[in-house]
């Protein structure tokens, strides 16, 4: 096979699906390699967790930059580039990064959204999918635009919501979905499969009769 992708995990917390990504990038078939996991808080979980792995942790705080976010994507692409970063995960990440840095890396940053998206964009979003009554709930992976929680959508899944849910089972339900899509996306992309074109993601070997994203149901 062709040599597999160099990636870097952004994460600000625990880093679940930051793990899935890892478990599936250890089989040796699998196009990605996490090579890199950075964090903008030095005490995030997730970096001890993945140093358990053996991959490179490393920090950038944000805190450090006294509000210039600029600055600190700055610092934050020297670490990427420094160690040969060809994608971008983001896992948690809770920062919004700017058009600086998304046209840097154009097309090379992705995404895990808690919703089906465009619906139910930002936070607390199983809380909001009650309220609205909705059926179905999801997870959506998308390339990162300078938008928080736009960018064409690579894959999504679904779950039923049912009558009994509260926030926390629809929310274990749906983190479950996360832990499937991810890793299929990322590979995805790293193969060269998913593409951008006008605003929107083609995958190829795909039906040609099936347009938009693939839609996983468990």
Same mark, same amino acid.
């Given at each position: ?71 600190? *994507? !700055? $610092? &934050?692409? +020297?670490?990427? @580039?420094?160690? %040969? ?8 990440? =809770? ?31 199983? *809380? !909001? $999918? &009650?309220? +609205?009554?909705? @059926?179905?709930? %999801? ?8 938008? =928080? ?42 193969? %060269? ?26």
């Amino acid at each position: 096979m062709s040599e597999r992708k160099k990636i870097a995990v952004l994460i600000s917390g625990r880093g679940s699906n930051m793990a899935s990504l890892i478990s599936a990038s250890m089989d040796p078939s699998y196009p990605a390699e996490i090579a890199l996991v950075i964090s903008n808080k030095p005490g995030a979980a997730g970096l001890e967790r993945a140093g358990e792995f053996g991959i490179e942790t490393a920090t950038v705080d944000h805190t450090e930059f006294s509000g210039d976010r600029q600055a600190f *994507e !700055r $610092a &934050l692409d +020297e670490k990427l @580039k420094a160690r %040969g970063i060809e994608f971008v995960a983001l896992a948690g990440f =809770m920062r919004l990064l700017s058009s600086w840095f998304v046209t840097q890396w154009r097309d090379r940053v992705i995404n895990i959204h808690p919703a089906l998206l465009p619906s139910f964009k930002g936070l607390h979003t199983h *809380e !909001r $999918a &009650l309220e +609205e009554g909705v @059926k179905l709930h %999801g997870a959506t992976v998308h390339f990162v635009s300078a938008e =928080m929680d736009d960018g064409p959508i690579i894959i999504q899944g679904a779950v039923p919501v049912l009558e009994d849910d509260t926030p926390d089972t629809l929310g274990e339900r749906v983190l479950a979905v996360e832990h499937k899509i991810y890793p299929k996306a990322l590979a995805l992309v790293a193969s %060269g499969r998913a593409k951008v074109k006008d605003h929107r993601v083609a995958i190829a070997g795909e039906d040609t009769e099936q347009a938009g994203p693939v839609l996983i149901w468990p």
